[in-house]
């Protein structure tokens, strides 16, 4: 497993921290996205509208 740091995650621009993702995998076919997947990326602002 490949450890990287939070700060190789981000960009800053104009002085604000900008979250890039993550990335992992899921050894089940089909690969859909866990209950916590789901909780996640709710607390992403552009995947909120998804929450409903």
């Known amino acids: ?3 990287i ?6 960009i800053v ?3 604000k921290l ?3 993702g993550e990335w992992h995998t899921h050894p089940n076919i ?3 996205p866990s209950p916590k997947d789901k909780r996640c ?3 992403v602002p552009n995947f ?3 929450c409903n």
Do not use: A
């Not at 740091?5 to 981000?10: I, R, V």
């Open 41 to 43: 990326s709710c607390s």
């Open 18 to 20: 900008n979250y890039i």
């Open 30 to 32: 089909p690969p859909i």
């Open 1 to 3: 497993m490949t450890v």
């Open 48 to 50: 909120r509208e998804s």
């Open 5 to 10: 740091n939070l700060s190789d995650l981000t």
């Open 13 to 15: 621009k104009k002085g």
